[in-house]
């Protein structure tokens, strides 16, 4: 079973610190989602993920196939980034058909205070 | 250009009655999906859609049945709610690449509570 832990599970600290949230998933992936999920409830895809590094804006995502590890970095953090931040990933064991769909960690909840 | 809208946004019921979530993409995508989303737990996948008139179980669609109309509308109906049934159901859409992978968009949700 495709088992995405993220960490930390609720992160607070304060504007302009640099940020990191992690997740590891346990089998082979075709690509690798993080999203956001702001305080209203609206999930917005940041990054696709299915090698090396993506830059947007004050925003970084890594990910290592071969650890099966993905790091979120957020730079010269803002209040308004606070949301919850997660992880998900798309099985190979999917990529054929069938039941498609993410797997989802339980997300990192970020608290950015002024 | 809406992106993926959803119906009602709240909705309450009480145990036995039935109702159906709606869905509708702008997006011209092939793939459409329902999760829901309860305290504590990731997003799960109840159904999925990879096109018109094609239908596949995700992880936990028991108590769900889902119809996908036409390329735009993919529904959730629940036939007879139960309280296990509380939560938030999204409903997302992609366009699959070759390879495999996609991004997925996001409609606002539904919050429906079984009393």
């Known amino acids: 079973k495709n088992e995405v832990e993220q960490s930390p599970q609720n992160l607070t600290a304060q504007e302009g610190e640099f940020i990191t949230i992690n997740c590891s998933y346990s089998?082979?992936?075709?690509?690798l989602h993080w999203l956001q999920q702001h305080p209203g409830g609206g999930i917005v895809s940041l990054f696709m993920?299915?090698?090396g590094k993506k830059k947007h804006g004050r925003l970084i995502a890594t990910i290592n196939i071969q650890e099966k590890h993905s790091s979120l970095h957020i730079t010269a953090s803002h209040p308004r980034d606070s949301a919850v931040y997660i992880c998900a990933v798309r099985p190979l064991m999917y990529s054929g058909g069938g039941a498609d769909g993410l797997t989802f960690g339980k997300g990192t909840h970020l608290i950015i205070q002024p | 250009n809406a992106g993926v809208t959803q119906t009602p946004k709240f909705q309450v019921l009480k145990t036995g009655q039935s109702m159906t979530l709606q869905c509708a993409q702008d997006?011209?995508?092939?793939?459409m999906y329902w999760y829901r989303q309860d305290p504590g737990m990731g997003l799960r996948l109840i159904y999925y859609s990879a096109s018109e008139g094609t239908t596949d179980k995700g992880e936990v669609p028991n108590g769900y049945n889902v119809s996908r109309l036409n390329k735009r509308e993919f529904s959730l109906r629940l036939e007879s709610a139960a309280p296990s049934q509380t939560s938030v159901y999204f409903c997302?859409?992609?366009?699959?690449?070759?390879?495999?992978?996609?991004?997925?968009?996001f409609g606002p949700g539904t919050r429906l509570t079984v009393l």
């Open positions: 089998v082979g992936i075709s690509a």
């Open positions: 997302a859409s992609s366009s699959r690449t070759s390879g495999g992978t996609d991004t997925q968009y």
């Open positions: 993920l299915s090698s």
């Open positions: 997006m011209n995508h092939n793939s």
